[in-house]
């Protein structure tokens, strides 16, 4: 059963960085593309990132280009969402999402997320 | 940038009546397009890929319709915990980007 786990989330200053962890069992996570997508409590989905299945390839929304960077490491069933300069704007939950296998442009698997706070 | 747009924001209906929900693309995406429903607290749950198939474990009364710049999630008779907020999505193969729509909110 296909399980994914965020992790790293918490109260940050405007300005300092965190970095969030997505940790995935029951499945083959070297085969699969993933993504990190982001939801201001109350509100709507917002794609933020995505990792090809090798980690040669990534893609970011004009929202946070430039200041995050998403990673991952196979061998460790973990992907990472890097996140720089730091706005009270980026204050959401973050949530990690699966591919399906084959290519196929939804999600097939999410993770209950990880709250990130951005206060002085 | 492909914008999807959901309608209407909010549907108040009760147990046993049918739900429409739309979605409409700005441009054709061909039937690349998810639903989403997600309930407070808890991580969006695929309910429909590829505009018309049921993801596993989707109840029958959940169907989607659609092609191009039109979409339809339709709950065929509301169980109570139906009620959710319900999104649409899409991804094409080149940017790799998804794209949400804003989200329509089911109430009783």
């Known amino acids: 059963q296909v399980h994914l786990v965020e992790s790293g989330g918490g109260v940050v200053q405007p300005g300092r960085s965190l970095r969030l962890s997505c940790t995935a069992s029951?499945?083959?996570?070297?085969?699969?593309?993933m993504h990190w997508v982001r939801q201001v409590p109350g509100k709507g989905l917002e794609w933020l990132a995505v990792?090809?299945?090798?980690?040669?390839?990534?893609y970011y929304a004009d929202s946070v280009k430039g200041r995050f960077t998403i990673s991952r490491d196979n061998p460790k069933n973990t992907m990472f969402l890097q996140m720089n300069s730091l706005r009270a704007e980026d204050t959401s939950i973050y949530f990690c999402a699966k591919e399906p296998p084959f290519w196929g442009s939804w999600f097939d698997s999410w993770g209950q997320g990880t709250l990130v706070t951005v206060s002085s | 940038e492909i914008v999807l747009t959901q309608s209407p924001a909010t549907l108040s209906l009760s147990p046993g009546e049918r739900a429409t929900l739309s979605c409409r693309a700005s441009?054709?995406?061909?039937?690349?397009l998810a639903w989403y429903q997600q309930k407070p607290g808890q991580a969006p749950r695929l309910l429909i890929y590829?505009?018309?198939n049921r993801a596993t474990g989707i109840p029958a009364r959940f169907s989607g319709s659609g092609s191009g710049t039109d979409f339809t999630l339709t709950i065929s008779s509301l169980e109570p915990e139906d009620f959710a907020a319900y999104y649409c999505q899409h991804r094409g193969k080149w940017p790799p980007g998804a794209t949400f729509g804003q989200g329509t909110r089911l109430e009783i």
């Open positions: 441009q054709s995406v061909s039937s690349h």
């Open positions: 590829d505009a018309s």
């Open positions: 990792i090809s299945s090798d980690g040669k390839t990534d």
């Open positions: 029951g499945f083959t996570f070297s085969n699969f593309g």
